[in-house]
């Protein structure tokens, strides 16, 4: 987990994905941004849609 000056929180995953989440600047949302290790197109696309789901998933459970 990262903290930067910028106002973001940034987490990194074992497989070297990560998941950014910091507050819009201009309206009250918060801005969610997902990366993936490069590997072949399908599983980039894969991995990415797993990471994206899990996340928030765990969001609605904590703000349930």
């Known amino acids: 987990m990262d903290l930067p000056s910028s106002n973001m929180l940034k987490f990194w ?3 070297g994905s990560w998941f950014a989440i910091r507050p819009s600047g201009t309206e009250p949302k918060v801005k969610f941004y997902f990366g993936v290790k490069r590997r ?3 599983e980039s696309e894969e991995g990415l849609k797993e990471i994206q789901v899990s ?3 765990a969001i609605k459970i904590i703000f349930k």
């Open 55 to 57: 996340v928030m998933e």
């Open 13 to 15: 995953l074992q497989d």
């Open 40 to 42: 072949s197109e399908s």
